[in-house]
């Protein structure tokens, strides 16, 4: 029996490792987000460009986590943490994708000018 959620449920959070794309809220670029990770499921936000080795390298070097994309004709699209079992495998054909690390300048966009007033009621 499928309940219809309350309208004040943040459905933006990942119910699963399915990824989802969306803008970050804070600058707007647009972002993937799953959770990753079966026992300690961790809320992801990555970015969508595929990363070279290299870059994946200067990522990690930057203390970014790095992800396998995968992607299946079949099945949705789904991150999958990369252990360094995985890496050292060396057979991974995924795409690569990075933690999305904000850019600490905020898009240029809603000026925050007129607040939403509480509309609860
Ligand atoms: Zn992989
Ligand atoms: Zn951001």
Not at 10 to 20: E, F, G, H, N, T
Request: charged share 25%; net charge positive.
């Amino acid at each position: 029996m499928t309940k219809k959620p309350p309208p004040w449920l943040d459905l933006s959070a990942p119910l699963s490792d399915k990824v989802r794309s969306q803008l970050c809220p804070r600058c707007r670029q647009p972002i993937l987000r799953a959770l990753v990770g079966h026992v300690a499921a961790l809320d992801t936000r990555a970015d969508p460009k595929p990363l070279t080795p290299v870059e994946e390298l200067i990522a990690r070097l930057q203390g970014r986590w790095t992800y396998c994309l995968r992607i299946h004709p079949a099945l949705p699209p789904r991150l999958l943490n990369r252990g360094p079992e995985h890496i050292r495998a060396g057979n991974c054909r995924h795409l690569v994708v990075a933690d999305h690390h904000c850019t600490r300048t905020p898009a240029p966009a809603e000026p925050h000018t007129a607040p939403e007033p509480d509309r609860l009621f």
